[in-house]
Nanobody
Framework: QVQLVESGGGLVQPGGSLRLSCAAS????????MGWYRQAPGKDRELVAT???????NYADSVTGRFTISRDNAKNTVYLQMSSLKPEETAVYYC???????????????WGQGTQVTVSS
């Protein structure tokens, strides 16, 4: 099993910044990608950003230029730096990791518990 622990959510004013972190632990052998989704009240879960194990990134159009995803492979941790935040980006942000527990097993998607981000004045 792989556990993902998120941190860094909270309340921020419109236009402000936050940095989310997500650390993978447990029977973690390797991954082929990590990233973030978000889900606002009454809406579907939305992909925000992804990053592969070699650092290739991908962003939703709505966050391109404002959010930056990065990772520290030595710490099995992925980060999401968010800036110029908007009220409509208030949501629970979920970290995910496509990981395998041994070199002989397939990849499975693990999820964090979610962290609340509230953008409000």
């Amino acid at each position: 099993q792989v556990q993902l622990v998120e941190s860094g959510g909270g309340l921020v004013q419109p236009g402000g910044s936050l940095r989310l972190s997500c650390a993978a632990s447990g029977s973690f052998f390797s991954d082929n990608g990590m990233g973030w989704y978000r889900q606002a009240p009454g809406k579907d879960r939305e992909l925000v950003a992804t990053i592969t194990s070699d650092g290739t990134t991908n962003y939703a159009d709505s966050v391109t230029g404002r959010f930056t995803i990065s990772r520290d492979n030595a710490k099995n941790t992925v980060y999401l730096q968010m800036s110029s935040l908007k009220p409509e980006e208030t949501a629970v942000y979920y970290c995910f990791c496509n990981a395998r527990t041994t070199r002989w097993t397939g990849y499975y998607t693990y999820w964090g518990q979610g962290t609340q981000v509230t953008v409000s004045s």
